[in-house]
């Protein structure tokens, strides 16, 4: 079954305790995004990667990194987090072609709150 | 500058009631595309339909039916019908071609409640 996976879908932490949340995808796209879903927001994008080891800002890349080290996997990594990113985040994968913008698929969502 | 607006923040209807979700969106780009979302209450996203700026033609699947108009900048989603698993968030989305993030903008989103 052609899925967007995350995991974990649900953290509590304590703020500055480093945590990554994972990404993986099984459709060979080459493009992946994260974004984060907040109350009166909407959902904004974080950081984005058109292919393995190509990466760059969204919206509010602030106290996010991530990485592409290899095609299907995209991780979201908070060094030190902080109570104003707790968050409904979102993974999303799509292909990648010169005359269009593909749609998007989205991860099952990850609900972190941090204290 | 990009936009989209859903004014609908909360629309409450009777099932079986046709009920019509409202997108307006601003963008320069003469080349973009439309989406809809719905995140049911168990919270993921669920791609509806996909519309490209130079095809105007409007959609019907099933008992959800799009009208695309460019003169008016709108997107709007018709739920005829509707039932009681049709209660979500439905979020209308921009993203255009000269955009190489391929960002999606993302209205408020209008939850939608239909009631037995």
């Known amino acids: 079954e052609a899925q967007v996976t995350q995991n974990p879908r649900y953290l509590i932490t304590v703020t500055g305790k480093k945590l990554t949340v994972t990404c993986s995808q099984n459709m060979n796209h080459e493009y992946m995004s994260w974004y984060r879903q907040d109350p009166g927001l909407g959902l904004r994008q974080i950081y984005y990667?058109?292919?393995?080891?190509?990466?760059d800002k969204g919206d509010v890349p602030e106290g996010y990194k991530v990485s592409r080290k290899e095609k299907r996997n995209f991780p979201l990594i908070l060094e030190s987090p902080s109570p104003n990113q707790t968050s409904l985040y979102f993974c999303?994968?799509?292909?990648?072609?010169?005359?269009?913008?593909?749609?998007?698929?989205f991860g099952p969502g990850t609900r972190l709150t941090v204290l | 500058a990009q936009k989209v607006t859903q004014a609908q923040t909360e629309i409450s209807v009777v099932e079986k009631e046709d009920v019509t979700l409202d997108c307006v969106y601003e963008?320069?780009?003469?080349?973009?595309?439309l989406f809809w979302y719905k995140q049911p209450p168990s919270g993921e996203l669920v791609f509806l339909i996909r519309?490209?700026?130079?095809?105007?033609q409007n959609e019907i699947s099933g008992r959800y039916s799009w009208n695309f108009q460019k003169s008016t900048s709108s997107f709007n989603f018709t739920i005829t019908a509707s039932q009681v698993v049709d209660s979500a968030v439905y979020f209308c989305a921009l993203s255009e071609a000269r955009n190489q993030g391929g960002k999606l903008i993302f209205g408020q989103g209008t939850e939608l409640s239909v009631k037995p």
């Open positions: 963008t320069r780009d003469t080349t973009y595309y």
């Open positions: 519309r490209n700026s130079f095809d105007e």
């Open positions: 999303a994968s799509s292909l990648v072609s010169p005359e269009s913008t593909d749609t998007q698929y």
């Open positions: 990667s058109m292919n393995v080891e190509v990466t």
